[in-house]
């Protein structure tokens, strides 16, 4: 069981987000507004927030911007004893916010990043886990190129080598992966050497290639067919044995600012279900599913013996993130607990 006290270590990309105001496009307008993101980081953002010995682990270019950008992370409590310093510029991408029935997008750069052209023996992971009980690692970081990958699983290796819990986010990008190598088979691997996974409906379609349970939420009173997770859970297993627990997000988007989202956690056999959240108005769904896994990890932290209330404790996190304008979840774990 991973104690809160103990160091927790997240590995990703640090990306600078660009958008427009007012729900104008990318096309339209003259000012980009910036802030730091990306996946690996809201998680570990939102982990410190709530009180965790967080490090998190990139490589930053030796430049104005990596620099930063790490200061952004240390004011949220981050620890980042082993940034990797190095490579051309920092990763970003363009985000354009949805707007009534116009769905959000994104547009990444980040082909050439300081990050995807991390490859092995940059990290010291040893001396970075040698204090650390719990790896937060992501498929983000093996969609971008082979080195990263390559990267990635040298950290996963080495992880498992030293005994360290294991939680994984399936966090498939389809636009991501680019390079050649086949995501279903590198997610798949990923996910074999995780104690923990996470991730929404689709995406654990991508990984297990087992089709997903339609989730059409309309409101609060929508109700899980148990059964069907049962059997569907049952078969996950037997692809990822090693894993204790495995979370689904589930996300009904019935507008772009009218939101369903709930939970199904199977955790070491038993299934829990939780509320369904209505969420109108959506201000910011960036970070939602990170805002989700990252609460799971903390409060499992500190109520291992409850799944129940660790999973109402993650969706709770989740559905406040959509209050919260860019990337990080800035919520505390008493404010999440008054919202359960």
């Not at 600012?257 to 960036?286: E, F, K």
Request: proline residues 3%; hydrophobic residues 40%; contains cysteine.
């Amino acid at each position: 069981m991973h104690d809160c006290n103990h160091k927790i270590v997240t590995f990703g990309e640090a990306l600078l987000r660009l958008s427009k105001d007012s729900s104008r496009r990318l096309s339209q307008g003259r000012e980009l507004h910036g802030n730091y993101g990306g996946s690996e980081a809201n998680a570990a953002v939102s982990m410190a927030m709530f009180g965790n010995n967080v490090e998190y682990v990139t490589r930053l270019p030796d430049n104005d911007m990596g620099h930063a950008c790490m200061m952004s992370l240390r004011e949220y409590g981050l620890r980042l004893d082993h940034v990797c310093w190095g490579g051309e510029r920092l990763g970003t991408y363009y985000f354009e916010a949805a707007a009534a029935m116009r769905n959000s997008r994104v547009v990444y750069d980040r082909k050439g990043s300081a990050f995807y052209s991390m490859t092995p023996g940059m990290i010291d992971w040893h001396d970075v886990f040698s204090d650390a009980s719990l790896f937060h690692c992501s498929g983000i970081t093996c969609a971008l190129s082979h080195d990263s990958k390559d990267a990635t699983f040298e950290a996963v290796r080495t992880a498992d080598k030293m005994g360290l819990f294991i939680s994984c986010d399936i966090n498939y990008r389809k636009n991501l992966w680019r390079y050649g190598a086949n995501a279903q088979e590198v997610l798949h691997k990923l996910m074999e050497y995780s104690d923990f996974i996470f991730g929404d409906q689709n995406e654990w379609e991508v990984a297990s290639q087992l089709p997903q349970i339609p989730f059409e939420a309309l409101d609060s009173s929508y109700q899980i067919d148990i059964k069907a997770y049962e059997s569907y859970f049952s078969m996950l297993h037997k692809q990822f044995p090693r894993c204790r627990q495995m979370l689904i997000a589930l996300r009904n988007q019935i507008t772009t600012n009218h939101h369903t989202l709930t939970g199904v956690l199977w955790s070491d056999g038993i299934i829990y279900t939780t509320r369904i959240y209505d969420i109108c108005p959506v201000i910011d769904p960036m970070g939602v599913g990170d805002a989700f896994v990252a609460a799971f990890i903390h409060a499992r932290g500190k109520w291992n013996s409850d799944p129940q209330r660790c999973l109402n404790f993650a969706l709770a996190a989740s559905q406040l993130k959509n209050s919260v304008p860019g990337d990080f979840n800035l919520v505390t774990e008493e404010e999440v607990i008054a919202q359960m």
